[in-house]
């Protein structure tokens, strides 16, 4: 069987099962495959696929017929202006996620030498992606998984920036070193009871402890906002990723804590998505 051939079946059989990005998907994971670029498949679709190669294309078809995001099966997500490896144990990224980089950024284009602190690390793409744009500036990642430290090791790494950069596993209540010039976080946020409604390719291979916000969706929130009103100096900036309807209530609780809301960023959809805040 040629490339051509072998794209055209994987993605008939990718919309058997629905999926809207068939052909697309189809041909990312023939590139995994037969590890060359985009470029060359479509340079070389006569070309004939080794059955090695071939039965490794068919095993990632009928992984994604299965709903299992393209992320995980490349290993690999396009997040900011960076490539991050990603795993199962980490959240895949999202576009509305690029919020709190485009947000601090902004914020902190004329300081200099500052202390960023990632609560949830994760794959590390936010913070990383600040500390790749602003050269002398500083971050400290914390996370209660240990496999996600080890993935944001590895992009620390691929991006550079890894000598800038310090790892914690531990709980936020529990971590007490420092304090910092900003703060960004995107904290599992999505209520309990509502995780068995998401999309498959989330509620199925995501990790649900980079889903689940509690009973409310606001457990980690919480936490997160107090944690954050001890660890922030007077004057820092807190950027927080919350759900589409948190708005209010998010804004209680920062307030609680002494954080004046500057302004809120909506997401691609319209929804209420990050609140930038100022401890005073």
Known sequence: MNIESAIIEGARILKDQSILTANLDSEILMSKAIDKDKKYIFLN?????????????????????????IAYLINKKLFWNSEFKVTRHTLIPRPDTELIVESALRLTQQKNKINILDIGIGSG?????????????????????KNSLNISKINAIK?????????YKTDVDKFFLGKYDLIVSNPPYINKHTIKNLECDVRQYEPK??????????????????????????N????????????????????????????????LGNNDRCIISTKI
């Open 236 to 267: 820092g900036k807190f950027i927080l990723e919350i759900g589409f309807d948190q708005k209010n209530k998010v804004i209680g609780l920062l307030k609680k804590e002494r954080f004046y809301i500057n302004y809120i960023k909506k997401d």
């Open 159 to 167: 991006l550079n920036v890894n000598s800038r950069l310090k790892l």
């Open 209 to 234: 402890i980079a889903l689940n916000g509690g009973l409310d969706g606001l457990s980690e929130i919480r936490k997160v906002i107090k944690k954050s009103s001890e660890l922030i100096k007077k």
């Open 45 to 69: 679709l006569k070309k004939k696929i080794n059955d090695e190669d071939l039965a490794f294309f068919k095993s990632l078809i009928k992984k994604r017929s299965l709903r299992e995001p």
């Open 125 to 145: 793409c936010i913070i990383l992606s600040i500390l790749k744009e602003r050269t002398n500036f500083y971050g400290t990642g914390i996370d209660v998984s």
